[in-house]
Nanobody
Framework: QVQLVESGGGLVQPGDDLRLSCKLS????????LGWGRQAPGKQRETVAS???????NYVDSEQGRFTIFKDNAKNMVYLQMRSLKPEDTAIYYC?????????WGQGTQVTVSS
């Protein structure tokens, strides 16, 4: 079992930057891929960034250059740095961990971009 707890969401203005955090616990050594997904109102959840234990990092094409995923192994944390936020980035953002055939998700943190 892997537990994920996100934090850092909130109401921001267009153009602002925001960093989301995800605290990992449980069977962390079993994790092979970490990532962030988001679900906007009325839309399906999409993965926006992922990184494997082999160092492979991928971003959804639309966010290439604006989003950065990184982790702090000592703190068991994974982060999503978001820059120049747009209203269309408004969504619930979820932390994701893949361990074997299992995919774990956190409870999500709301990000609202509005003036």
């Amino acid at each position: 079992q892997v537990q994920l707890v996100e934090s850092g969401g909130g109401l921001v203005q267009p153009g602002d930057d925001l960093r989301l955090s995800c605290k990992l616990s449980g069977n962390i050594d079993s994790i092979r891929v970490l990532g962030w997904g988001r679900q906007a109102p009325g839309k399906q959840r999409e993965t926006v960034a992922s990184m494997s234990t082999r160092g492979e990092i991928n971003y959804v094409d639309s966010e290439q250059g604006r989003f950065t995923i990184f982790k702090d192994n000592a703190k068991n944390m994974v982060y999503l740095q978001m820059r120049s936020l747009k209203p269309e980035d408004t969504a619930i953002y979820y932390c994701n961990a893949i361990s074997g055939r299992l995919s774990y998700w956190g409870q999500g943190t709301q990000v609202t971009v509005s003036s």
